[in-house]
């Protein structure tokens, strides 16, 4: 396969962004097209990157006209713009300073309020002046410290470090996360293990005095940046309202200071989050009525031809990306299926299972499964081909197993059912402790819903207060106002049916905060039975269930989880632990039953 050009793996992202925004949509009522997509870009960029952004633009299949690209500071300007509508009732002046790994960019701008005729625009804002961009940025304060170590490395152990070697790669990666480290710590270790021919370990101490020391010439050229910059915008320290910092870099406790040095203490900000105050900003951006200031729409600069064929080659990879996915899916579903098979017949109901005909199956279809037929599939129906004959095997030995688990499960399902009976019973209980709820009264849709929306907003403060007690029955009561709409439309029943889906999977979270894991159960069942697929619902009877030490009940519901959510971390996170503590489990019972007998 020949290399990829610059645009087209671009155009790899973009598609990413956008199916990921579209598998999000489809999950909300929101309309189902997406109207416009914002890019933000160093302020550097011109008019050849711009044109390859917009070759980008079209390898991906993206709509025409929908990419809008702006600066990365016009980004975080938009982004505090929203963060602050509601705060900006006159005039100020504000600057940014954001300071990544590769680049460091400052900017200052005008903010103004909406005018008085139209209270509910948008607030407003223009640049003072062009941005300014500086080389000082987190790449540098890692080569700062790479090149001290690189000779101390040197002097001591006479090793030579060469940038762009393996043994370089290594340094550089534990330079960085010290520096990363000594931006909340006082001290951190540069450690090499098996490091260079002689394979030494290598382990110095640095501490923040030192690092300030190396990225000396760094702050001293960030306040010159700074300086500049306010030079050009023609503005000073003491007509800011404040300094505002994002990027990562600035954690760094020198970066701070030399920003206090600027402006002073008090003038330096942090109200927006570091890490997505551009993503946010850009996003903000293209809502339509902002002041966003854009590039320049350059059309691409390659030939038609050249973006034909490159369109033809991201269709083609999009096509086997789908395939491997699905492939990838299967494989999963078949391990899953023989793990799970193995472990319930070890601990549900043994003395009905067939392991001395069941287990060499599953050993044989998990041996195949990492074989090399296995891993040439072109096509997922070769592993659930697999996966329907293992099933359709293990059932013909298993009827009285199969035939137990049912009835196993359709007692709990019972058992359940009883206990949510019972929590409902005790909800309406508490409903009455708070004055009763005797409103039987038929209400516009309107005014009920302000009923819904008072209590929902009332839970939410005391949750952020800590009373969940309280908090609970604010959230009853909401639910029990769900209940009594009247002569809805299927649109408005849809609306309340969202809303009580938030109010059960609300009370679900705090029931999880009090350990009230049962509780938790039976709302976020109430929740699923709104949306069965709702990753949130899932993730919380997970948790749930984790805390009743239903393990596996918990690894099924995080699986469907992370499938309704698969860029949820939280969930793989939450899957992990599980299946460690299953796994924990299990060992646990097979050293117990292994005395038994001994």
Not at 166 to 192: D, E, P, W, Y
Not at 232 to 256: I, K, N, Y
Not at 309 to 321: G, L, N, R, S
Not at 467 to 487: E, M, P, S, W
Request: aromatic share 6%.
């Amino acid at each position: 396969m020949a290399p990829l050009a610059g645009p087209q793996v671009l155009a790899m992202v973009l598609a990413t962004v956008r199916n990921m925004a579209g598998r999000n949509i489809a999950k909300s009522n929101a309309p189902n097209a997406i109207a416009a997509f914002g890019v933000s870009v160093p302020a550097t960029f011109g008019t050849a990157q711009l044109q390859a952004i917009a070759e980008a633009a079209e390898v991906a299949g993206l709509a025409a006209g929908s990419l809008q690209v702006l600066t990365a500071p016009e980004a975080v300007a938009a982004c505090y713009a929203a963060r602050h509508a509601g705060d900006i009732t006159e005039a100020r002046t504000v600057a940014f300073l954001n300071m990544g790994h590769g680049l460091t960019q400052a900017a200052v701008y005008r903010f103004a309020p909406p005018p008085t005729e139209n209270p509910g625009a948008a607030v407003q804002w223009e640049p003072c002046g062009e941005p300014v961009c500086m080389d000082v940025c987190g790449d540098s304060l890692d080569r700062a410290v790479f090149d001290e170590y690189q000779r101390q490395i040197q002097d001591k152990y006479g090793i030579t470090v060469a940038p762009g070697t393996k043994q370089g790669f290594r340094l550089m990666q534990v330079c960085h996360k010290a520096r990363v480290v000594l931006s909340a710590n006082k001290t951190s270790t540069i450690q090499l293990e098996c490091f260079g021919p002689d394979q030494v370990d290598i382990l110095f101490t640095v501490d923040r005095a030192a690092l300030e020391r190396l990225c000396s010439p760094a702050r001293e050229a960030l306040a010159s940046g700074l300086k500049e910059l306010l030079a050009g915008a023609g503005v000073a320290a003491d007509d800011l309202h404040g300094l505002e910092l994002v990027g990562g870099v600035t954690c760094t406790p020198f970066v701070q200071e030399a920003a206090a040095a600027l402006v002073g203490p008090d003038r330096v900000r942090l109200t927006m989050d570091r890490a997505s105050a551009v993503a946010v900003g850009a996003a903000h951006a293209i809502t339509p009525g902002t002041s966003a200031r854009f590039c320049p729409a350059l059309g691409p600069g390659k030939p038609p031809s050249v973006l034909a064929e490159w369109h033809a080659a991201e269709v083609a990879m999009a096509a086997q990306d789908t395939v491997l996915a699905a492939i990838a899916s299967a494989r999963n579903e078949l391990e899953a299926y023989i793990f799970a098979t193995r472990d319930a017949g070890e601990t549900q109901l043994p003395e009905l299972f067939d392991s001395t005909g069941t287990l060499p199956l599953l050993a044989e279809a998990e041996d195949w499964l990492y074989s090399d037929e296995a891993a040439a599939a072109e096509d997922a129906t070769v592993v659930t081909d697999r996966l329907t004959a293992l099933q359709k095997q293990v059932r013909g030995l298993n009827i009285a197993w199969d035939a137990g688990i049912i009835a196993a499960k359709a007692a709990t399902a019972e058992a359940d059912r009883v206990e949510s009976v019972r929590l409902a019973a005790e909800r309406l209980a508490a409903t009455e402790q708070d004055g009763g709820d005797h409103d039987s009264r038929r209400m516009k849709k309107a005014d009920r819903m302000k009923y819904v929306l008072k209590n929902k907003a009332e839970a939410t403060e005391l949750f952020k207060g800590g009373n969940f007690a309280l908090c609970t029955q604010r959230y009853i009561k909401a639910l029990a106002h769900c209940g009594k709409f009247v002569d809805l439309s299927a649109e408005d029943a849809a609306e309340v049916e969202t809303l009580r889906l938030a109010l059960h999977l609300n009370l679900a979270l705090v029931y999880l905060k009090q350990d009230a894991a049962r509780k938790a159960l039976a709302s976020a069942e109430d929740a699923l039975r709104i949306e069965g697929t709702n990753a949130k619902g899932l993730y919380r009877r997970a948790l749930a269930l984790e805390a009743l030490k239903d393990y596996r009940e918990a690894l099924e519901a995080l699986r469907a989880g992370a499938a309704a959510a698969p860029e949820d971390t939280a969930i793989a996170k939450a899957l992990a632990r599980v299946q460690a503590k299953m796994t924990a489990e299990t060992d646990k019972e097979k050293r117990m039953y292994s005395k038994m007998f001994t």
